[in-house]
């Protein structure tokens, strides 16, 4: 059973450029989870999806970042117009369905390192 | 709304030597708890996680932690630490299954030899 995987692992940018980061979460997760961590902080959420529909997005997720899960497997962020203050770890989490609804266990992918110069 | 505080921004232990690492909640009702480690360029791997019953809880690696209702924390401690410990700490908390997690600041862990 592999993990969950993001592509690239790092990415440095332009401020003003357009990126996109993938992730894959680990087969048949039906929930998956953006998270975004800074150099001594821990993770904030972003947002997540189950299946292909967006359920909640954070404040922090301003009109330059989208989201999307279209079948409902893999995910992408796009950040538009990238700003020194974007620079950062994105994390990706999956978490399987149990008999009685979601579960409470995520599991996190190794991260995309963002530097926006 | 909820928070989690972890205290210890860093420590420092020796090796062999027992461990213990902070972390108190706020949340109003009963909340699912979780512990992670995170090693310099990898994701966070989830040690133990508390969501009802007996409120100590066994991980991975060696690791266990209690959940004090009464003092709102649920420190992770390990009795003999190894140098491959070395890591940054994670407590964090969910409102219910499936929502996004809380989480702490973390605590970096060095261990001396």
Partial sequence: DTGVSQDPRHKITKRGQNVTFRCDPISEHNRLYWYRQTLGQGPEFLTYFQNEAQLEKSRLLSDRFSAERPKGSFSTLEIQRTEQGDSAMYLCASSPSVRDGPSYEQYFGPGTRLTVT | ?113
Avoid: M
């Avoid at chain 2, 108190?24 to 995170?38: E, I, M, R």
């Avoid at chain 2, 966070?44 to 266990?64: A, P, R």
């Avoid at chain 2, 630490?81 to 702490?104: K, M, N, P, Q, R």
């Fill in chain 2, 1 to 113: 709304a909820q928070s989690v505080t972890q205290p210890d921004i860093h420590i420092t232990v020796s090796e062999g030597a027992s461990l213990e690492l902070r972390c108190n909640y706020s949340y109003g009702a009963t909340p699912y708890l979780f512990w992670y480690v995170q090693s310099p360029g990898q994701g966070l791997q989830l040690l133990l996680k508390y969501f009802s019953g007996d409120t100590l809880v066994q991980g991975i690696k060696g690791f266990e932690a209690e959940f004090k209702r009464s003092q709102s924390s649920f420190n992770l401690r390990k009795p003999s630490v190894h140098w491959s410990d070395a890591a940054e700490y994670f407590c964090a908390v969910g409102a219910s299954a499936g929502t996004a997690l809380i989480f702490g600041k973390g605590t970096t862990l060095s261990v001396s030899s």
